[in-house]
């Protein structure tokens, strides 16, 4: 009895640390936002930086969930990609990226929507420590990424047409 009453707690435990794994850390209290404030993030974007051409889409939001995926060519060729979720983790929204298809070991919750800009932020993570989506009107789009120390780098995206 004492074996499976271990087992249970080692099992209860593994279960517990996995799911611990998956949250985002939260380091501020979060209102409420609708989802009526992002969703303008959907659809598919293209634009430059620096050097790169980037294609960005997003999924629209269902469930509680949207789904990114960005793609930086140069010269007509993939250099790299990054995925990421948007969604509701424990009751925040939160967007967890997926730089080259690694799990990021931090998600960036949704610290403020003011004015059609989304403001993303763990002051834990490395860099960036801000992840800011901006709409300027309907069709354009400019990201940015802060660092701790005021570093920021930034660009434009225009709405295209997603492929069919």
Do not use: K
Not at 63 to 68: E, F, K, N, T, V
Not at 117 to 132: A, K, S, W
């Amino acid at each position: 009895m004492g074996h499976l009453i271990g087992r249970s707690f080692a099992v209860a435990f593994a279960v517990a640390v996995i799911g611990a794994s998956f949250r985002p850390t939260l380091l501020h209290a979060q209102t409420e936002y609708p989802w009526s404030e992002i969703s303008f993030l959907s659809g598919c974007w293209s634009g430059t930086m620096g050097s790169l051409d980037m294609r960005e889409q997003w999924t629209e939001a269902e469930s509680g969930m949207m789904l990114g995926t960005t793609r930086y060519f140069r010269d007509g060729e993939l250099v790299d990609f990054e995925f990421a979720t948007l969604g509701v983790f424990d009751g925040v929204i939160a967007l967890w990226p997926y730089p080259g298809g690694e799990r990021s070991p931090r998600s960036f919750p949704l610290v403020r929507t003011e004015g059609g800009e989304l403001v993303f932020e763990n002051l834990e993570h490395d860099f960036p420590v801000r992840i800011i989506y901006a709409r300027d009107g309907e069709d354009t789009l400019t990201p940015r990424i802060e660092g701790r120390d005021g570093e920021s780098r930034g660009w434009v995206l225009s709405r295209v047409p997603c492929p069919g």
